[in-house]
């Protein structure tokens, strides 16, 4: 197993392009923003708390820890997404900043190991580990530990991680299937993928093993240690908070379809994904490939957006995707992602990578605005005149916001986007298998030979892949090139000769060959609109596209459009324009499409009226944006995703 | 003012048709069925404890009243059913039954007058008008004085009539603008129908000014009453439980939207037009006339239904109107009927008459079932697969039910159809308006002169009336027929005569003659199948259309028509054909419909796919049933009243 390798952080060097623009975002705006956040230094909006709490615990500050009670994450996430943007771009006062928390936290570990302000220093909290369901002190302690393998990936200081091998040696101490541990697990599942890093970062197998540990006795053990049976009666009359929630009903093995807390969930199905890699074993596979399969065909947005209902943060049925009040938390997109790359690694296969590009394109994304500064908890396919008003759409801001009670999203999106480059490209089996397109270059070796490649393009706005061997001599590997599913016509050349049609069962479009400095393969992807529509047993679809150029989703705004955007249709046959609007970044393409708007002439006319033909209509251009810009330019907006078809 | 005066119930004999059945119904099913489920009767359904509440406090039972604060509301609306059926069908039983409880009201009745049972003999509850905004005291006075009047009317019995003209009395020495008094008023308009009708049965003008007081102190009491104070922060962050909520935000004659809790809203309005009937204030009716237009333009359901969201049982913002999620429950409906009914006694327009028809056989009937003992609250326009499963439709049942926690629905609806035959015809200025239709006799006086008419129709389902002077001769009036908006075309002849087109600006075909007896009138409304779409601005209605057939709505059901019915669509060219459905009640007219089904053959392809043409569906028939009847043949079945539109 494990043969396909992801290359370590900063190997594939972004050098330009869609992602080094956002990796220069996160660095320049978001980094120093969430900081300020963390510290309660931006005004106006929820206090965070977070390093304060830090001081306390360590001692140093009086007081009780205040937010949530996994507020510790937020400070994880942060270090986690600094240690990324400083493995490519160094930056003393950063981390010295992060040095001074890494000092606190240490300070404020317990001579046992024990990490974890809340449960340290609140005031009428339980004992530790008394609220596994709720607690979130694995949780916790997972992403500390990411943050650790990070800083210490980016800057070879072991202090961090130090302070986390002995929280995760404790930990071991605790948890377990012997006589006398705690059988138990946490009721949000992340320590599992952190255990994995751990186990990579600092060769030591037996954090893996605990991992595999957690996901095994997820749903086996009777209760789930006291909690779970206090958790069936949590929330009086709730269908939801039931132990299905915490993905803890059933042994992972079990699962047939996604279910629960979507990020959970998404964690899980990680986890479960880190756990193959390791074992191999075949009764996993099967489970996450069925979770997979009931994903992908019944519980994904078009944005890939996932969780269905706010009450829950969670899936409901299969083909229920309403568009206006589903929960699809810019942190589940994020979790499918790094599902998705899991199962990649698992398997090259194109339809893993279509979905992860979904989620990087637009339902992670559309999280965090374009100057970083603003977020979105909740994605909604559609914002309408009755959002702001409806209780049951309470749940959708219709505005981006600064920071949040929960601000679980805005850190998680900010390290998602700073390791981006690490998610790019795999090698295995003498081939370097390109799953995503972005411009940088990379160093690689193949049968011991050294070849240094490069790739430009202006992906996602641009369909054209340049690939070229910078240095290397006769290198023998096969380029693997993702031919993403959506792409209905493509051409593959090599030092401008057409290579053949050779796409695999998996996707890729395969060249091997020896290469030679100088070599240039070239991957030209059609990027012609597409009109979309969803399967029939969509009931909220029915008779609607959604309009897609390359991987980016894209929405008709308020802002360009005028409000009531239901009253907008569209003739799928008259297709779209790209076209250039000034109001969006530059580069940013646009879309102009014909369409079709309702009169409104009837507004004080009757509820109802006899059917005569159609409403009448006016022909107009329709602007769409790309999705994940949305409310980035007045506060407030009509968005909408699904368009009426009038054919 | 007051010219148009509405019949005493009985006056107008309904001898068969569809409102006879339902009386029978009632007299048959509804009245025992609902006896027994408030004496805690019935098993498994929630029980009531209104009866026994009235033993408590008469101090002939231990222990403390049990249910909703306002139980007592539910004896007294099953009186007031009760009484409306022994009106027209004597009962003896039924009337000891009756004549206990009365013993037990006026047991329980203080030496002041005071009649609650809870806050004569719960345990643990404040003072008496210590909650004017949710203790329901003054809402459930109202109740058990309609009951009184009613009881009266039917019976002469004065027993309950004295028992609540003392506690009127004594409400009216609380309660009022002079110093001393208490300045507030009811969180729940009903005190005010209530004080109107026991002024017309007692004579005593006095208990109408107090409604009036009422309605005028009400949105002008500052922080009414510490209540509202409280109220403001009743739930924390909620958007809905403010004073608006409760009406209680501005004066009345300041309206100009409807807003707040709809059954509340729809109290106010009728007591508002109470108000002006009696007082002709010109600032009355101009609110009225605001608040219609603005109720019927842009928050009425085609079905009646009123009230767009759950929380709040609320009205929402113009024109929001979602199919699934609505609360639109019976007792707003019924309340929409009784406001309507009043607007047509201040000035007899068919708009008045329109909308309380689609109230009458469309969203108040949906809320019983056929048998009478099966009931919704919320009467949805769409359940669907997931409508069972999600949380923001979790106030939707999919199945009727027997009783309630809060079970104002099912006596609210068995004492509006008891009484279906007092809202049918009004006299006036020489005229006899129909306003509805309906089999049954009449005996009136115009100029001095007896006149006896009948009245034949197989309405709803037939639009044919025939009218005839049974006795009586030459007896000059006007007969004022009805002409629906919905109609388009009709015709009228007296003796075999056509009349011609005599349709006034009122909506009403006019034939003012000389009367004798053999006499006969006869409409003739066209009741074709219609086709109708809302208004563009209803964003949830886009594409879609209803169907009616004269004033009764059609949905599809899962058990004609499958499950998925969001697959369905029809053609609204290709029409609709009234039919027999065998699993319908006799004489209920089904429709057969050309439609379309999109293929199921995706179950297991593609969530989203390039839009080449339609979704590909074949062609089949579709049976559409009247919308009241609904959910009353097999338990959890899918349903819609909006199908999508192939042209």
Request: aromatic share 10%; proline share 5%; glycine share 10%.
């Amino acid at each position: 197993m494990n043969e396909h390798a992801s290359l370590p952080l900063g190997a594939f060097r972004l050098t330009g392009g869609f992602w080094r623009d956002r990796a220069e975002s996160v660095a320049r705006d978001v980094i120093p923003y969430q900081w300020k956040a963390l510290n309660n230094e931006v005004p106006g909006v929820p206090q965070s708390h977070a390093v304060e709490n830090f001081r306390i615990a360590a001692g140093e500050a009086g007081g009780s820890p205040k937010g949530t009670i996994f507020q510790d994450s937020d400070v994880a996430k942060w270090i986690e997404a600094a240690a990324y943007s400083l493995a490519t771009k160094p930056d003393p006062g950063l981390e010295a900043r992060i040095d001074e928390l890494v000092r606190l936290v240490e300070k404020s570990q317990l001579p046992d190991g024990y990490v974890n302000t809340y449960f340290i220093a609140a005031a009428g909290i339980g004992k530790r580990w008394s609220d596994l369901v709720m607690g979130h002190e694995l949780y916790c302690a997972g992403h500390m530990m990411e943050a650790a393998v990070a800083y210490f990936g980016a800057t070879g200081k072991r202090r961090l991680l130090d302070v986390m091998r002995r929280y995760a040696d404790y930990i071991g101490t605790v948890f377990g299937p012997a006589e006398g541990q705690n059988p138990g697990f946490d009721g949000h599942p992340e320590i599992e993928l952190a255990l994995h890093r751990l186990a990579a970062a600092t060769g030591e197998k037996k954090y893996a093993e605990l991992a595999n540990h957690f996901v095994d006795a997820r749903g086996k053990v009777a209760n789930f240690y006291k909690g779970e049976a206090a958790m069936e009666g949590m929330i009086p009359k709730s269908r939801w908070f039931r132990s299905d929630y915490y993905l803890a009903d059933k042994p992972v093995r079990e699962m047939d379809a996604v279910e629960g807390h979507s990020v959970r969930a998404m964690y899980l199905y990680s986890a479960m994904a880190d756990q193959y890699r390791m074992t191999g074993d075949p009764t996993l596979r099967a489970a996450l490939d069925r979770l997979w399969k009931n994903a992908v065909k019944a519980h994904l947005y078009v944005t890939a957006g996932i969780g269905s209902q706010s009450h829950g943060e969670r899936f409901t049925i299969d083909y229920d995707l309403p568009n206006d009040s589903c929960y699809t938390e810019t942190c589940a997109s994020i979790g499918l992602a790094l599902w998705a790359w899991r199962m990649l690694l698992i398997e090259p296969r194109r339809e893993y990578a279509d979905v992860m590009e979904r989620a990087m394109y637009n339902g992670i994304l559309s999280g965090i605005s374009l100057d970083g500064t603003g977020y979105f908890y909740v994605n909604p396919l559609e914002v309408g005149p009755a959002t702001a008003y409806r209780q049951d759409l309470s749940h959708v801001a219709t505005s981006r916001v600064g920071w949040f009670d929960c601000a679980c999203c805005p850190t998680n999106v900010a390290r998602f986007a700073a390791s981006a480059g690490a998610r790019l490209v795999t090698v295995a089996a003498e081939s370097l298998w390109v799953h995503h397109y972005a411009t940088g270059s990379v160093g690689l070796e193949f049968a011991g030979k050294p070849v240094t490649l490069s790739m430009k393009t202006g992906y996602p706005w641009d369909g054209a892949v340049e690939i070229e061997v910078e240095k290397g001599d006769s290198v023998g590997f096969a380029l693997r090139l993702r031919v993403p599913s959506w792409c209905a016509s493509w051409s593959l050349s090599v030092n401008g000769s057409p290579v053949p049609g050779t796409l695999g069962a998996d996707g890729y479009a395969a060249v091997s060959r020896a290469w030679n400095a100088g070599d240039r393969a070239r991957l030209d992807l059609d990027m012609s609109p597409r009109f979309l529509r969803a399967n029939p047993l969509v009931r909220e679809d029915a008779g609607k596209v959604a309009v897609m150029r390359g991987p980016v989703v894209y929405c008709a705004e308020e802002r360009d459009n005028g409000k009531n955007l239901h009253l907008l249709s569209v003739d799928p046959r008259l297709g779209a324009a790209a076209v250039t609007e000034g109001s969006l970044p530059a580069g940013t393409v646009a879309l102009e499409a014909e369409a079709f708007r309702d009169a409104e002439g009837e507004a004080d006319g009757p509820l109802y009226r006899e059917y005569d033909a159609a409403v009448s209509a006016e022909r107009r251009k329709l602007t769409l944006i790309p999705y994940y810009q949305w409310g980035n330019r007045a506060p407030g907006e009509e968005m909408l995703v699904w368009l009426r078809v009038r054919d």
